[in-house]
């Protein structure tokens, strides 16, 4: 991830991005489908967006796009792998069977200064493969696996 200072990214840059991300996921959904049709599994992949902006980690709170400047504000794609009724696989124990990939977060930087890091995946191309490597590398823990 690159670090940003505010000052050097507009929003619409940003909104750009996770709207190339949300795209880049729908095309990883469907060649996802096609890997579980006939399985028990399902695969939730989404762009989230949260916002916590005094880091408290407590409940996050939803966020819009809108608010990609403002203190605490993370966007990432979210990947799940679950049963047929939604609830995740594994165990507090061993895991569960998620992952995110961060676009964009925006923290505190040396108590005064406020920054971003954004993703280092420019190319489309390279998300969807980054995306869709990830998720291979959860199903495959299930037995799930792509065929060359």
Known sequence: MDNIKLNEIKQEDIIKIEKEFERAV???LDAVDILI???EYLVYLEVERTIDPYRINAELISANFLQCLELGYSSYVSI????LNGKLIGNDEDGYL????YIWNVYKYAFFFTRGML????????K???IF???LELLKE??????D
């Open 37 to 39: 049709k006939d399985t």
């Open 80 to 83: 799940a792998v679950t049963d």
């Open 98 to 101: 998620i992952d995110n990939i």
């Open 128 to 130: 969807v493969k980054y």
């Open 133 to 135: 490597d990830k998720t």
């Open 26 to 28: 729908l095309d990883v």
């Open 119 to 126: 993703t280092d995946l420019y190319d489309y191309d390279e």
């Open 142 to 147: 299930v037995g799930i696996e792509k065929e």
